[in-house]
C-alpha cells in the first residue's frame, strides 16, 4: 500500500464516529481545533479590530492622517482615532466615572471628526486619548467574571458586542480611507 492511501485511511479513520458520542466526529475532549470562551472570543475580537486600526494608520503623516475622504463627509483616518477614544470613553461612564466628552462637544457634537486637523499634535493627542480610553475599557471589562452582569443600561457582554461592532465597522472605512491615502489595501 502507497504512503498516500496510508495517510487518507488514517485521516478517515481518525474522523469516524467517536465511541462516547456517537453523533459526533470525535469526543469533545479530542476535538484538535481551537475553543475559545466566550470571553476569549470577546475579547480577542476587540484586540484584532483595535490592532486593525493601528495597521491602517501605520507609517502615515500628520496630513494623510487627516486627510478627508470625500466631500461633504469630514471621516478621515485621524477622526477615526478620535471616534474611536470617544467611543471607549463610554465605558468609563459605565464604571461610575464624571467623564466629559474628548472632543464632542453641545455645540459641535462631531468635534471628533471636525478637529481631526494635519498637525502633529493632534495626532499625537488622538493617538494617546485612545490607548488610554482602551485601557480603562480592558480593565473595565477585567472586573467582571460574569458577561451577563448589567453594567447599568444593559449586560457586559452586549457593550462589548456593540463596541466590537463600532470596530468592526470603522475598519471598513479605514480600509478605504488608506485605499484613497496610497493605495495599500487591507486584510
Known amino acids: 500500500m502507497d504512503s ?19 453523533d459526533m466526529w470525535v469526543d469533545p475532549a479530542d476535538d484538535p481545533r481551537e475553543t475559545v470562551d466566550e470571553r476569549g472570543a470577546l475579547l480577542e475580537s476587540l484586540r484584532h479590530f483595535r490592532l486593525t486600526v493601528e495597521m ?3 507609517d502615515l503623516d500628520a496630513e494623510q492622517m487627516a486627510r478627508r475622504s470625500v466631500p461633504p463627509s469630514t471621516m478621515s483616518l485621524l477622526g477615526l482615532v478620535r471616534h474611536m477614544a470617544e467611543d471607549e470613553r463610554h465605558f468609563r461612564r459605565m464604571a461610575g466615572e464624571d467623564s466629559p466628552r474628548i472632543y464632542r462637544t453641545p455645540e459641535d457634537r462631531d468635534g471628533d471628526w471636525n478637529g481631526a486637523v494635519a498637525d502633529p499634535a493632534v495626532v499625537e493627542d488622538a493617538w494617546r486619548q485612545w490607548r488610554a480610553e482602551s485601557e480603562v475599557t480592558d480593565r473595565f471589562i477585567a472586573g467582571f467574571a460574569d458577561l451577563g452582569t448589567r453594567t447599568g443600561e444593559a449586560p457586559l457582554r452586549e457593550i ?19 485605499e484613497r491615502i496610497d493605495g495599500r489595501v487591507g486584510q
Open 4 to 22: 498516500r492511501k496510508r495517510d487518507d485511511e488514517a485521516v478517515a479513520n481518525r474522523w469516524t464516529p467517536s465511541t462516547i458520542h456517537r
Open 56 to 58: 491602517k494608520c501605520a
Open 160 to 178: 462589548l458586542v456593540a463596541q466590537i461592532g463600532e470596530y468592526a465597522r470603522h475598519c471598513g472605512h479605514a480600509d478605504l480611507l488608506r
